[in-house]
């Protein structure tokens, strides 16, 4: 018996490892251990970055189907249907909402909910092996973990529209190609790389990264002014002392 989902903190970067054999399906005890990790890491300041990935050969297959069999067997289908999806939705916002910058490291299969975990990410680095895609539609059902509207608001709604609505599963190559994720790397070389990106990022500024992460969203918010918060979040970092060292850094620098 694994522990499901294990949490390592070391150089400003959480390592989150799901490992729930043999497809990392989520189940009632998945939400709950990520929920957990993430509470704890609510409690902390010592990281940047948070690294998910998987100890096992795939990513994560999605919904435990087993379980979520059971509901949809009972009468209510709108309560099976809310059983379902929520925990997912919640899990993943609480992910988004993260003021750290957060990547997901797809060394094998991310199907379903398993991609909609990833499309949470800020960042996303698969094998170029890996198999990506939202196959829902194939059982007769949709992505209801956010995958409709992530992956429309990150590859656009043409992409969004051949994953979804042909339940097409593309390598990680091509998920490159299409903007699904942002980097594809040979398998040998995925946890080298991936290490690589969560130590780039963990060497910069925390707020810093956190102002950037508010500006992004607010690009696709047409009622909030991402121009304005960008002028509000330059002058609240100019005030702090990490800004000022690392531009003062950056100047003696040039002067050399």
Request: hydrophobic share 50%; charged share 25%; proline share 5%.
């Amino acid at each position: 018996m694994t522990d499901l989902i294990s949490l390592g903190v070391a150089d400003r970067i959480a390592t989150v490892t799901l490992d729930r054999p043999p497809v990392n399906a989520f189940h009632v005890g998945m939400f709950a251990a990520f929920n957990r990790i993430l509470d704890e890491l609510a409690a902390r300041t010592d990281f940047t970055v948070l690294h998910i990935r998987s100890a096992l050969k795939v990513f994560s297959a999605g919904a435990d189907l087993a379980e979520i069999s059971t509901r949809f067997a009972g009468p209510d289908k709108m309560e099976a249907a809310a059983r379902t999806t929520r925990p997912f939705q919640e899990l993943f916002q609480r992910i988004s909402d993260l003021p750290q910058v957060t990547l997901a490291e797809i060394g094998g299969a991310a199907m379903g909910g398993g991609y909609e975990l990833a499309l949470a990410c800020d960042l996303r680095i698969a094998a170029e092996e890996a198999k990506i895609g939202l196959p829902e539609p194939g059982l007769g059902l949709l992505p209801g973990g956010g995958g409709t509207q992530r992956l429309t608001w990150i590859a656009g709604p043409a992409v969004a529209a051949r994953v979804i609505l042909t339940a097409e599963a593309v390598d990680g190559k091509t998920a490159r190609e299409l903007g699904m994720v942002q980097w594809a790397v040979p398998r040998a070389e995925l946890v080298a790389q991936a290490v690589t990106i969560a130590r780039r990022v963990a060497a910069l500024h925390p707020l810093s990264l956190a102002a950037c992460k508010v500006c992004i969203r607010l690009a696709r918010d047409p009622e909030r002014n991402g121009f304005a918060a960008e002028t509000e979040w330059t002058g609240r970092l100019l005030a702090t002392e990490e800004t000022q060292r690392r531009v003062a850094d950056f100047l003696a620098g040039a002067r050399r």
